[in-house]
């Protein structure tokens, strides 16, 4: 069992950023590939960035040059740098865990899931 907390959500204005957080406790996280999903208002949970144990990386289209994921193993922490940020991306943002299966960007990839950060982005 994994759990995971997210943290470091808040409200920023257009351009700005912000850094979330993801703690995990339980078993060993480093075993783990980690991902950033997000969930508008009325919309369904999507894919943001991921982190395999090795570091190797993966961003939604939306995302990419903008946020940066990266995990600490020693502090069994990831993270989400997101930064030149725009009103579309306010969303509660989800960090989720599961063991590597070859595919990364659909939720039923990931067996944990935290209870989710909001980031609002004014305009």
């Known amino acids: 069992q994994v759990q995971l907390v997210e943290s470091g959500g808040g409200w920023v204005q257009a351009g700005g950023s912000l850094r979330l957080s993801c703690a995990a406790s339980?078993?060993?996280?480093?075993?783990?590939?980690v991902a950033w999903f997000r969930q508008a208002p009325g919309k369904e949970r999507e894919f943001v960035a991921f982190i395999r144990w090795r570091g190797n990386t993966y961003y939604a289209d939306s995302v990419k040059g903008r946020f940066t994921i990266s995990r600490d193993n020693a502090k069994n922490t990831v993270y989400l740098q997101m930064n030149s940020l725009k009103p579309e991306d306010t969303a509660v943002y989800y960090c989720?865990?599961?063991?590597?299966?070859?595919?990364?960007?659909?939720?039923?990839?990931?067996?944990?899931w935290g209870q989710g950060t909001q980031v609002t982005v004014s305009s």
């Open positions: 989720a865990a599961g063991r590597w299966s070859g595919s990364y960007a659909d939720t039923s990839d990931y067996d944990y």
């Open positions: 339980g078993r060993t996280f480093s075993n783990y590939a």
